[in-house]
């Protein structure tokens, strides 16, 4: 795949400058991903529990949480015990789970409806329906059924976006007739229209109208493929024929993720229209979301929405993410650690809680973490504890629902904010910590209760002493200098981060807050000296002191009753290689 490979930048050029032959964009489930849309590699597992509760009589409580191991591992082994169910990650696993779990077609359909009356169009879908307003692109195909990219339109586009799907097509005669463009084509089903296509009896054929249409419209055009994998045949054959008739003429971009293997009948696919054409490849993309932000901006447009959001979504993460080099001349060591395990599946319930001042006087100081949400609540602690302080509040069941990607991109998601509320409990509870704000903790002076008030701790054979506490006078008064940090949850490609950054916090006694004007005076000259070795020992500071309190840092929630979950860091913070451009290191 080496040889086929097409750089990013390469790919935005070429989109921004295109005339005719013109670039259609192919959608798969991966663009819907961060919409908190399951892929179908998540349904999967959904459908496993489904089935093997059902069976079993075990609640599904019990594998509440999907992306842990020990329960993806139970639920196999119990399928594989059977013997008449398909091995794992095998082709046909979707279409086998999901017609074994829901046997008729409508119950499937009021399956996906349920799934996706809830999602919301990422900052991916905005910058594709501005590139469909201004004309950068004309053609949409997708083989997913929800209507993100129709929501995501304004009402005051120049142009009008044309919808099409299995039980629409006939519109296609006069949309290829008038040249009427944008056009988005679904060809599965729109959920809200169309029966949908999800087993493999259903995915077998394709729509022949739609079939001849996206052969017909390939002749002339390019293609982006982003988020889809190619496992569907109908669709694939469309896309051989069209390669086979000539067309693809503007070239075959498939768009995949760092590392990811693509299938033979993929490559082959891709090499055959390269050969043709002279153009296309594999393209190394972070999320369909970065990719139709970078195609906005390479093609100039301006939306104020947009543009705000991508500061938030975009620039945030980057302080820790450096570009690798398959062969890095130098490392650096960032402030950020990995999270490793981490709840995924809150409760969440239907309430007639008004605001978030009315949860939070519910809530209290209870062992709960809470956020409201679109009518309802997503909390996680105990679930008769959750029933018992919610009382009348709650107005429809309590069940399971599960965290996707899209949950934690955004910096004030709530789903980031119930993460934000456990670790900030347990790193009072368990930790000792005292909180300033929401994310900000200090050592509390740990001469009050007679200990030293240096921590030693040894790292590659080094030993170190960080004091833990220092004496300062400011105009005549004492105060008290606490070692402290500040941290953010970032996601970035798939992976949660936690980000430490060491502070220092002014106490009046090693415990009580100093007032503002002297936490100033005196914060701020220290922090400003700390560079390089000084940064590098509170960050070793922090983790070995945290560590020497539970060895992998964990955080557990609720910390002082019955654990019900925990966010468990990796063992260290995360490097990042350098590259030399012109003579120089940079990042």
Same mark, same amino acid.
Request: net charge neutral.
């Given at each position: 795949m080496s040889s086929l490979r097409v750089v990013l930048p390469d790919l935005l050029r070429t989109f921004s400058i295109q005339d005719v032959p013109r670039l259609m964009l192919f959608l798969g489930a991966g663009a819907s991903a961060h919409a908190s849309i399951p892929?179908?590699? #998540? +349904?999967?597992? +959904?459908?496993?529990?489904?089935?093997? *509760?059902?069976?079993?009589?075990?609640?599904?409580?019990? !594998?509440?949480?999907?992306?842990? =191991? $020990?329960?993806?591992?139970?639920?196999?082994?119990?399928? /594989?015990?059977?013997?008449? !169910? &398909?091995?794992?990650?095998? /082709?046909?696993? @979707?279409?086998? @789970?999901?017609?074994?779990?829901? &046997?008729?077609? =409508?119950?499937?359909?009021? !399956?996906i409806r349920q799934l996706l009356q809830q999602c919301k169009p990422t900052i991916g879908h905005e910058c594709l329906a501005a590139l469909l307003a201004q004309g950068h692109c004309d053609w949409v195909w997708t083989t997913n059924f929800d209507d993100l990219v129709e929501r995501a339109e304004r009402s005051d586009t120049p142009r009008r976006l044309y919808h099409v799907g299995p039980e629409s097509r006939e519109r296609l005669d006069t949309i290829l007739a008038e040249r009427c463009v944008p056009v988005l084509v679904k060809l599965h089903g729109d959920y809200r229209y169309d029966k949908l296509q999800n087993t493999d009896g259903e995915l077998q054929f394709l729509d022949e109208k739609l079939r001849a249409s996206l052969v017909q419209v390939s002749k002339d055009n390019g293609l982006i493929v982003i988020g889809y994998s190619g496992r569907d045949q109908s669709v694939m054959s469309a896309l051989e024929a069209s390669v086979a008739a000539g067309g693809l003429r503007g070239g075959l971009y498939w768009c995949v993720r760092e590392g990811e293997q693509t299938r033979r009948q993929v490559e082959t696919l891709v090499r055959r229209v390269v050969q043709k054409a002279g153009r296309g490849g594999f393209v190394e993309v972070?999320?369909? #979301? #970065?990719?139709?932000?970078?195609?906005? $901006?390479? *093609?100039?447009?301006? /939306?104020?929405?947009?543009?705000?959001?991508?500061?938030?979504?975009?620039?945030?993460?980057?302080p820790f993410i450096f570009v690798t080099e398959t062969k890095p001349r130098n490392t650096i060591k960032v402030n950020a650690i990995k999270v490793m395990e981490y709840p995924t599946t809150p409760y969440r319930f239907l309430t007639s809680i008004k605001n978030w001042q009315e949860l939070r006087d519910i809530v209290d100081h209870r062992p709960i973490a809470a956020g409201l949400l679109h009518g309802h609540v997503l909390a996680f602690g105990n679930r008769e504890r959750i029933r018992s302080v919610f009382g009348d509040k709650i107005t429809g069941p309590i069940e399971l629902s599960d965290i996707r990607p899209g949950d934690l991109i955004r910096s004030d998601s709530v789903t980031i904010g119930l993460l934000y509320d456990m670790i900030g409990q347990s790193l009072a509870d368990k930790y000792g910590l005292f909180r300033?704000? $929401? $994310?900000?903790?200090?050592?509390? #002076? &740990?001469?009050?209760?007679?200990?030293?008030?240096e921590f030693r701790f040894q790292h590659q054979g080094k030993q170190f002493s960080i004091p833990m506490a220092v004496d300062r006078d400011w105009c005549g008064q004492r105060v008290i200098v606490n070692e402290a940090f500040s941290y953010q949850l970032g996601f970035h490609e798939g992976t949660l981060w936690l980000i430490l950054r060491p502070e220092v916090v002014v106490t009046s006694d090693g415990q009580v807050l100093a007032p503002v004007e002297q936490r100033r005076a005196i914060a701020n000259p220290i922090l400003s000296q700390r560079y390089n070795m000084g940064a590098h020992e509170r960050l070793l500071f922090w983790f070995y002191y945290l560590s020497s309190i539970t060895n992998p840092i964990s955080f557990v929630f609720p910390s002082r009753y019955d654990p019900s979950v925990q966010i468990v860091l990796d063992t260290h913070y995360a490097f990042s290689s350098q590259r030399e451009v012109s003579g120089k290191w940079t990042p």
């Open positions: 892929t179908a590699a #998540d +349904m999967i597992w +959904m459908f496993k529990r489904e089935i093997y *509760c059902s069976d079993t009589g075990i609640s599904k409580e019990a !594998f509440r949480d999907l992306s842990v =191991e $020990r329960n993806r591992r139970r639920l196999q082994e119990y399928f /594989d015990s059977k013997g008449d !169910f &398909p091995p794992q990650e095998a /082709d046909s696993e @979707y279409s086998f @789970y999901f017609e074994r779990c829901y &046997p008729v077609s =409508e119950d499937r359909r009021s !399956f972070t999320s369909f #979301d #970065d990719l139709l932000f970078r195609l906005y $901006r390479q *093609c100039d447009l301006k /939306d104020a929405q947009i543009d705000t959001k991508a500061e938030a979504l975009f620039e945030q993460r980057r300033l704000g $929401r $994310r900000t903790f200090y050592v509390v #002076d &740990p001469a009050i209760s007679s200990r030293a008030r």
